[in-house]
């Protein structure tokens, strides 16, 4: 039914209320046959191709192989989520097509090996803002799906590897390791991975070579550091799979500011995940993954060796394993 606005109004068959529709809520709205929630197309390639392999390495990464839980523990926190999802049905009146839709797309995740995706951008932000609320030094964030351990180990100054001819501006990231009380550091290391100036990840999008833009840099030891790569562009998640189905539903965006990965480590003090990002990129205020944080911000300068390029200067603050705020 047409209203004077251009919108139209839209009567729930259960419950019978009325509900006003502007147009582009009209737009927005698609429906889908009882099988196109459960398929798997052809181009759904490259998300499946990606999502299989993200799930692959988590399973062989060994973080929850001696998790041991005691069952008030389990009851208390399965319980917390089944509650939530039960008051979400109640708050909403969520109707037996909704509740089917979601069956389907939730056994889609799974088939597109997307909850390791789902999860690390809708998910970890919080459990990595709860887990590091109390460490001293380096701000941290979310690692994501697309890390890959045993990185080829460079000596300082080191240049991470890129194809003959790689397009994009290169970059100079130098930094210095210190503890909280402003020593040196000896011993750590920099494990850095990001995404080439097109916005694809080596090992996940086809084609590239296996350790492009990943390396697993050693520090001097006064804690010095330089890496030479390229600045990563930005990209979209995935969205030819599930994930990418529920934004395009939901009318929302699936672009990540450009970011560099980090991992920081070095022997007796807390590790450090996290990402950097650079200043007037469209989406570090609405980061599909809530990873943006200011103190990951950083500030590139024209080089100061004559070099072509940028380079950019970020220092780690690493604190002793048991030291907190
Ligand atoms: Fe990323």
Redesign the pocket.
């Given at each position: 039914m047409q209203t004077a606005n251009g919108g139209s109004t839209r009567t729930d068959a259960r419950t019978g209320r009325v509900t006003q529709l502007v147009p582009h809520q009209q737009k927005a709205i698609t429906t889908m046959t009882d099988n196109q929630l459960l398929d798997r197309k052809a181009s759904d390639g490259t998300a499946v191709e990606a999502g299989t392999k993200a799930t692959e390495r988590f399973a062989n990464s060994g973080k929850y192989s001696r998790l041991a839980v005691s069952k008030e523990r389990v009851s208390t926190l399965a319980g917390a989520l089944i509650k939530a999802a039960n008051d979400i049905v109640v708050e909403h009146e969520v109707t037996y097509e909704e509740y089917n839709a979601l069956k389907a797309w939730l056994i889609k995740v799974g088939t597109d090996g997307e909850w390791p995706l789902f999860l690390d951008v809708w998910l970890e932000h919080t459990v990595e803002d709860v887990n590091s609320k109390d460490r001293p030094g380096t701000v941290g964030t979310i690692e994501?799906p697309?890390y890959v351990p045993n990185s080829p180990v460079l000596q300082t100054p080191a240049t991470v590897e890129m194809r003959d001819d790689e397009a994009g501006t290169p970059l100079r990231f130098s930094g210095r390791f210190t503890d909280t009380e402003g020593n040196a550091l000896q011993g750590a290391q920099v494990e850095i991975?990001?995404?080439d100036s097109e916005g694809f990840?080596s090992q996940y999008a086809p084609g590239l070579p296996e350790w492009l833009f990943r390396a697993n840099v050693q520090a001097d030891s006064d804690g010095r550091f330089t890496i030479n790569t390229m600045r990563?562009a930005p990209?979209q998640i995935p969205t030819d799979g599930a994930c990418g189905q529920l934004i395009e539903a939901a009318g929302w965006h699936a672009w990540?500011p450009a970011?560099i990965?980090i991992k920081v480590s070095a022997p007796g003090y807390q590790p450090v995940t996290q990402?950097l990002y650079f200043p007037g990129d469209p989406h570090n205020a609405d980061d599909i993954?809530s990873a943006v944080k200011e103190e990951l911000m950083l500030d590139p300068q024209p080089r100061t060796d004559g070099g072509e390029g940028e380079e950019v200067v970020y220092d780690y603050v690493l604190a002793k394993i048991g030291e907190t705020k």
């Amino acid at each position: 039914m047409q209203t004077a606005n251009g919108g139209s109004t839209r009567t729930d068959a259960r419950t019978g209320r009325v509900t006003q529709l502007v147009p582009h809520q009209q737009k927005a709205i698609t429906t889908m046959t009882d099988n196109q929630l459960l398929d798997r197309k052809a181009s759904d390639g490259t998300a499946v191709e990606a999502g299989t392999k993200a799930t692959e390495r988590f399973a062989n990464s060994g973080k929850y192989s001696r998790l041991a839980v005691s069952k008030e523990r389990v009851s208390t926190l399965a319980g917390a989520l089944i509650k939530a999802a039960n008051d979400i049905v109640v708050e909403h009146e969520v109707t037996y097509e909704e509740y089917n839709a979601l069956k389907a797309w939730l056994i889609k995740v799974g088939t597109d090996g997307e909850w390791p995706l789902f999860l690390d951008v809708w998910l970890e932000h919080t459990v990595e803002d709860v887990n590091s609320k109390d460490r001293p030094g380096t701000v941290g964030t979310i690692e994501g799906p697309y890390y890959v351990p045993n990185s080829p180990v460079l000596q300082t100054p080191a240049t991470v590897e890129m194809r003959d001819d790689e397009a994009g501006t290169p970059l100079r990231f130098s930094g210095r390791f210190t503890d909280t009380e402003g020593n040196a550091l000896q011993g750590a290391q920099v494990e850095i991975w990001h995404a080439d100036s097109e916005g694809f990840y080596s090992q996940y999008a086809p084609g590239l070579p296996e350790w492009l833009f990943r390396a697993n840099v050693q520090a001097d030891s006064d804690g010095r550091f330089t890496i030479n790569t390229m600045r990563p562009a930005p990209y979209q998640i995935p969205t030819d799979g599930a994930c990418g189905q529920l934004i395009e539903a939901a009318g929302w965006h699936a672009w990540r500011p450009a970011h560099i990965h980090i991992k920081v480590s070095a022997p007796g003090y807390q590790p450090v995940t996290q990402q950097l990002y650079f200043p007037g990129d469209p989406h570090n205020a609405d980061d599909i993954a809530s990873a943006v944080k200011e103190e990951l911000m950083l500030d590139p300068q024209p080089r100061t060796d004559g070099g072509e390029g940028e380079e950019v200067v970020y220092d780690y603050v690493l604190a002793k394993i048991g030291e907190t705020k």
